[in-house]
């Protein structure tokens, strides 16, 4: 019906509006970033000049970038490991039947309704020693804890992945859930029969079958993580010192407060790089598991 | 179905155990945020923490609205967000009924161009786009706001939807053309409303989205304050506790009320979007 020529240009028409945004917010300033970053730009001083690869150069010998690239690592590690294990026990317990199911699937679908930096913000508070909601938990059963945790490079660390994980990993949780759902019943029936218990059936069963959901959820989950932002943004502000500066936010600091526009292009580019690189990699590494 | 023998009473209180731990570390902080929110100040720093304040008061809530100016970010979030979902459905269904319906290279480019796009990250392109939007005058306007929210939420839009239009069949519109229906006709009074299931669910993860993103109203945006930003730029307090916790807790709380009555209403449709947009396993 629509093979006719007649409807070549209403096709295109269709589709102009959404590719002439896509272009002009993505495109158009990707190109940019990529030219800038052979510029030295430094609006403060009115500098404009041509540089180069001397932006890429000076950014392997900066300690604040190293810095952010090595924080991006951890947490991008710390919160994946904690996602694939905490996720996967959170998915069995959604899938279990009992009464509250229900109620129970909705409040864990809050946590990814609500804006990150709401929850930064508000954990930046619960991080406090003396008069946030953690430790004053904690002192229940130490009531000599005492603890600064965003002052401190590691403490401050666990916290900012700690609590990527509460916003984030019941979203993952969901996402195992829905996989779980495909399992058929009668294969556990079936081994049920041939006498494997609850944990074997795990194993055999539900891990193997879950593999490529939990890959591909982990590469997603990994891709955001990496450019994350506002969790560092609202909490620590990068601090202590560099510590929890992730290479985002490392980009926008140079780019809007620092207004060192050509080498925050050039970081940008390495971090699109390092993106497209990924992406390629784990594409081609999921169409191999496949079950 | 084989008939269920009665779940052995360990197992049950052990599912009851795990189920109130989640809902447990999950609800808690909400609920403690909102204590923050009606505690005045200076109870706030007392020790030990008081999880019920001794002189509840509203006055953080009353402070923002007289002296935040809370209704006319309220009324800036409303106006951004409506017509970014409203205006970018309309341009994903076109673009999505293009894709399903039509098939030439060209358009197959299109649809890998706009997939590839997503991969592309916000702080990537921040800076040219800020330089480019101040350029051409939409920085700081709602129409400049509009545009890169619309964005944001196209890739997504379009892929399910398209996903949608390929599993209705294109014989529905065939025979509503014999009918005598011309081709705009059939896109607006076939094929749009048997697609609103789908434009339900997309409607309501896209409300979420619009509303949570932070990115490009922090960067986009000065005068024009929406309320994801509004909660890091409440005015500081000149004594030791600089961040005013009173009213940062009753800005959360402000944003979360209602995305917790939107959740609890839509629960459905959102696991059911949520999934679409999911991986496929």
């Avoid at chain 1, 079936?190 to 059936?201: C, L, P």
Wanted: with cysteine; proline share 5%; hydrophobic share 55%.
């Amino acid at each position: 019906m629509y093979a006719s020529r007649k409807y070549w240009a209403i096709a295109w028409v269709l589709v102009l509006p959404a590719l002439i945004i896509r272009v002009f917010t993505t495109i158009y300033p990707i190109i940019e970033t990529f030219r800038i970053s052979l510029y030295e730009v430094k609006l403060l001083r009115g500098i404009r000049e041509f540089v180069g690869f001397g932006n890429f150069i000076e950014m392997f010998q900066d300690s604040k970038v190293i810095a952010s690239i090595e924080f991006t690592a951890i947490f991008v590690a710390g919160s994946m490991i904690g996602h694939i294990v905490l996720g996967i026990a959170l998915a069995l317990i959604l899938n279990m039947k009992f009464a509250g199911q229900k109620v129970l699937r909705t409040i864990v679908l809050l946590p990814w309704a609500m804006p990150m930096v709401v929850i930064a913000m508000a954990s930046k508070w619960a991080f406090n020693n003396e008069y946030g909601l953690i430790n004053d938990f904690v002192r229940w059963f130490n009531p000599n804890f005492s603890l600064d945790w965003l002052i401190h490079t590691n403490t401050a660390r666990y916290a900012v992945i700690a609590v990527d994980l509460w916003k984030d990993l019941p979203f993952f949780a969901i996402l195992v859930l829905a996989g779980l759902q495909f399992i058929s019943a009668e294969m556990y029936e079936a081994a049920k029969i041939d006498g494997a218990g609850h944990v074997r059936s795990f194993f055999s069963i539900t891990l193997p079958l879950l593999s490529r959901n939990i890959l591909m959820l982990s590469i997603f989950f990994t891709m955001w993580r990496i450019t994350s932002f506002d969790v560092v943004y609202a909490m620590t502000s990068g601090g202590p010192g560099e510590s929890t500066a992730l290479i985002a936010y490392r980009v926008t600091t140079e780019a809007f407060t620092n207004l060192n526009t050509g080498y925050a292009a050039a970081i940008a580019v390495v971090l699109f790089l390092v993106m497209a690189l990924l992406s390629g990699l784990s594409m081609s590494a999921a169409k191999r598991v496949d079950y | 179905m084989t008939t269920q023998n009665p779940r052995p009473l360990p197992l049950t209180l052990l599912m009851w155990g795990l189920a109130l731990i989640v809902a447990f570390l999950i609800l808690f902080p909400l609920w403690w945020i909102f204590i923050s929110s009606i505690t005045p100040a200076g109870e706030l720093f007392s020790k030990p923490i008081k999880y019920w304040p001794d002189h509840p008061t509203l006055a953080s809530y009353r402070y923002l609205i007289e002296n935040v100016g809370l209704l006319p970010k309220i009324w800036d979030t409303a106006i951004i967000v409506g017509l970014s979902i409203l205006i970018g459905m309309i341009v994903s269904v076109m673009a999505a009924f293009s894709f399903a319906r039509f098939r030439t290279r060209g358009l197959a480019v299109a649809v890998g161009f706009l997939l590839a796009s997503m991969l592309i990250p916000d702080v990537v392109t921040a800076r040219p786009l800020y330089d480019f939007l101040r350029s051409v005058h939409l920085y700081d306007t709602y129409t400049g706001l509009i545009i890169l929210y619309i964005s944001g939420i196209l890739p997504f839009t379009i892929l399910i939807l398209q996903n949608y239009l390929n599993d209705i069949p294109v014989s529905i519109e065939e025979s509503a053309a014999i009918d005598g229906c011309g081709f705009y006709q059939s896109l607006i009074y076939v094929t749009v409303p048997l697609l609103r299931p789908a434009l339900a669910t997309v409607c309501i993860v896209n409300f979420i989205t619009c509303l949570n993103n932070f990115f490009t109203p922090l960067f986009y945006s000065n005068g024009i304050s929406v309320l994801s930003t509004a909660i890091t730029q409440l005015p500081l307090r000149d004594n030791m506790y600089a961040v005013p916790w009173d009213l940062v807790s009753a800005m959360g709380w402000i944003i979360i009320v209602p995305i917790i009555v939107f959740v609890a209403i839509f629960q459905r449709q959102i696991m059911e979007g949520i999934m679409a947009g999911g991986v496929k396993g």
